[in-house]
Each structure stands twice: as C-alpha cells, then as structure tokens.
C-alpha cells in the first residue's frame, strides 16, 4: 500500500522531476566543460606536461609527420607516465588524452 501525504517517497519523487528539468542539465554540463576563463584546465595541463615528457624521449628514428608511427610510441609510453604521476584514468579518458598528444606531437613538427 503506497501512502501520499507529506514526506512521502511518492511525493519526493515528484519534487525531485519538477526541479530537475532537461534545460538544468544541460546547464550543468554546459558549465562544466566550459572552465571560467582564467581557471586552470586539468586535462590541458596534464597533456602538455606529458606531451613534453614524451618529446624529451622521442627515438631519433621515430618519423613525427607519420602518424602510424607516432600513435603506438605514445600508446606503449602514456601508461608508465601515468603511474609514475599516480594518476588513474579511465579507458576513454585515456584515450582522449592518447589522441591528444598524438596530435599535438604531430603538428608540433609540421
């Protein structure tokens, strides 16, 4: 038996819909991908510190114009940085950071 009176999970429920409108949320995520300016982006910090950690290794043979190449470089090294600076990433957030880089060592040397 489900009772509807005040406090009631029914009634929070209710409450809960009406303040959460998909306008809010788009909002929120709007405002979160979106740093203020001047405040300090984490992932672009991250990137470059190890984009920079990468370049300082690069193997004087290794092609940079070639992509091919370039991808499983970074891809056999990103993991040995990340846990030398204790950072946990997830799958797809390690892969944005791999593509990333990627990119950036490639047009650094266009």
């Given amino acids: 038996m489900l009772i509807k009176g005040p406090g009631t999970v029914a009634n929070e429920k209710k409450d809960n819909e009406r303040e959460t409108k998909p306008d809010d949320l788009r909002e929120l995520r709007v405002r979160r991908d979106s740093p203020l300016p001047g405040a300090r982006d984490a992932f672009l910090e991250l990137k470059n510190r190890l984009c920079e950690q ?57």
């Fill in 54 to 110: 990468i370049l300082l290794q690069i193997e004087p043979g290794l092609d940079l114009s070639q992509r091919s190449q370039v991808r499983p470089y970074v891809h056999d090294r990103l993991d040995g940085l990340l846990e030398t600076h204790g950072i946990v990433l997830n799958r797809s957030e390690k892969r944005q950071l791999l593509e990333a880089i990627v990119a950036d060592l490639i047009h650094s040397r266009s």
